[in-house]
């Protein structure tokens, strides 16, 4: 329960990003292999899920929240580090880069990796 003026936090993927396209386009069994490569470990699940976007832009956040009565507070993104590439020291380097380009690039393409917003629960009128 969040009660009346309390604050949500939300974060997900950017469905505009390069990793959303990636997850769209691979089959799953491609998810798990690249989840055994990047953590061997026998105690880490390697199984992955199916992946759906439903939480993609700043507009459709902002539609889905006020859809179920919260006001939006904030929305904001960024890029990140490409933690998933770190198996690979070469390629995480360049993973490096382009994410600063990434950051770069954001006004013009909306090209950030992940979203995070602030919802707020209205006050109700008596």
Request: a positive charge.
């Amino acid at each position: 329960m969040l009660r009346e003026g309390g604050k949500l936090l939300v974060s997900g993927p950017n469905g505009r990003s390069y990793i959303a396209l990636a997850a769209r386009l691979s089959p799953l069994r491609f998810h798990n292999l690249v989840r055994r490569l990047g953590r061997p470990s026998d105690t880490y699940p390697v199984d992955g899920f199916p992946t759906f976007y439903r939480f993609s832009s700043p507009r459709t956040i902002r539609r889905l929240a006020e859809r179920v009565g919260f006001e939006v507070v904030s929305v904001e993104t960024f890029v990140g580090e490409p933690y998933y590439t770190t198996f690979l020291p070469g390629l995480h380097l360049a993973f490096i880069a382009y994410h600063l380009l990434l950051e770069k690039l954001l006004p013009v393409f909306n090209t950030h990796i992940t979203s995070v917003a602030v919802f707020q629960k209205p006050l109700v009128q008596t």
